[in-house]
């Protein structure tokens, strides 16, 4: 009985603190949206100054509803009313708040501070989250990564980037490589000192960022990249090659196609895709040929956007006798919903010449063997 009493009592305590929490929080969310609606409607006196700070800076809740809306308008504000937000921040304290929170603070508090920081878009935040790089949690040091990325000024990637070259950041790439690209998205010759004397994860972090944000002003450095010992560098480089004068870009792209790395010549091949210029087809018919199954692929979806040359192109992979290429080149037509239009232009009888006839029964013979375990296609039957 005293075991049972004992249940019973439990289950009731724990139902009456589900109930009284409940209840706490409804009241709680309620006054919450009172107060968001009634500060809402003073928004702009606020802003102004028309309304005494004291009467929101003195309650916590009316203060964190004031910083959220804050924050919130900053973000989609336009330059003009940015400045106006962040000297709203300045005047009144928050700004002083969040830098000695990111400071001082602990745990959560003290990574939550130094992201908001990042949401000031300050460069007054910056000292702060730079010396949270230097914190023995991991979590801080994203946090304040994060932070800094956030912000997208230019001057909040020297820290990231004089650690990354120290390799004092130990934290993983892919904050790192997006904090740089936000902040040097409009200023990329800001990598470019350190990518010159950058070595191993440091410099393919880096060759990376570059090659999104690259122009055509860099295109020297990315010459220079597209022959680092790397590959992860080359593969970089061939991305950004895009960008690049095309009489440039395409004697690096080809010795990138014919790269000893597979991905590197993948890479190499998609540049030339997004280029695409009639002077690159002939790299591509010698990718067709590749050893590897991805960058065949890749090339022979290329080529099939040259509708013009596309002759000229089937006739090239004919001669090259490569089966595995005449396959290829069949897929990305299918793919692409041009097979049928191929084979109607090879049929036409004002095309019916000797080299109209060995491109069909090519094209024959790579069709069947290629789909040779598939059920026959109408379209088959007409090749």
């Not at 106006?84 to 959560?108: C, P």
């Not at 080809?254 to 790269?259: E, K, P, S, V």
């Amino acid at each position: 009985m005293e075991a049972i009493f004992a249940s019973f009592a439990g289950i009731a305590a724990l139902l009456l603190f589900i109930v009284i929490r409940r209840a706490t929080r409804r009241s709680y969310f309620r006054r919450h949206d009172l107060l968001a609606f009634t500060i809402r409607k003073q928004w702009r006196e606020i802003l102004s100054g028309a309304v005494n700070s004291e009467s929101w800076r003195g309650d916590p809740m009316r203060r964190a509803i004031v910083q959220g809306f804050v924050l919130r308008d900053l973000d989609s504000a336009s330059l003009k009313d940015r400045s106006r937000f962040q000297e709203f921040m300045r005047t009144n304290g928050m700004l002083d708040a969040y830098i000695e929170q990111a400071r001082k603070g602990h745990a959560w508090q003290r990574r939550n501070a130094l992201v908001t920081l990042g949401a000031t878009l300050m460069p007054e935040a910056i000292p702060a989250l730079a010396e949270a790089l230097d914190d023995v949690q991991l979590e801080t040091r994203l946090a304040a990564v994060r932070g800094l990325g956030r912000t997208g000024l230019k001057q909040a990637a020297e820290p990231i980037l004089e650690r990354l070259m120290t390799g004092g950041l130990n934290i993983p790439p892919h904050p790192i490589s997006n904090a740089l690209l936000r902040c040097c998205e409009e200023h990329p010759e800001v990598l470019l000192p350190y990518l010159r004397r950058a070595q191993g994860e440091a410099r393919e972090i880096l060759a990376r960022v570059a090659a999104e944000i690259a122009l055509p002003e860099m295109a020297d450095e990315m010459i220079v990249l597209a022959g680092d010992p790397l590959p992860e560098v080359r593969a970089s480089a061939a991305r950004a090659l895009t960008v690049m004068p095309l009489p440039l870009a395409l004697p690096a792209l080809a010795g990138l196609a014919r790269d000893p790395i597979w991905f590197v010549r993948l890479r190499a091949v998609a540049s030339l895709d997004s280029v695409r210029h009639p002077r690159a087809i002939p790299i591509l018919l010698e990718a067709l040929c590749d050893s590897n199954r991805f960058v065949r692929l890749r090339s022979a979806a290329a080529l099939s956007e040259f509708i013009k040359e596309r002759t000229h192109i089937l006739e090239n992979v004919v001669d090259s006798h490569d089966r595995y290429a005449l396959h290829a080149m069949i897929s990305a037509l299918e793919l692409a919903g041009d097979f049928g239009k191929v084979v109607e232009e090879l049929s036409d009888p004002s095309q019916h010449d000797a080299a109209a006839t060995r491109l069909l029964d090519s094209l024959r013979e790579g069709a069947a063997t290629l789909w040779s375990a598939e059920p026959v296609d109408p379209l088959l039957e007409k090749v």
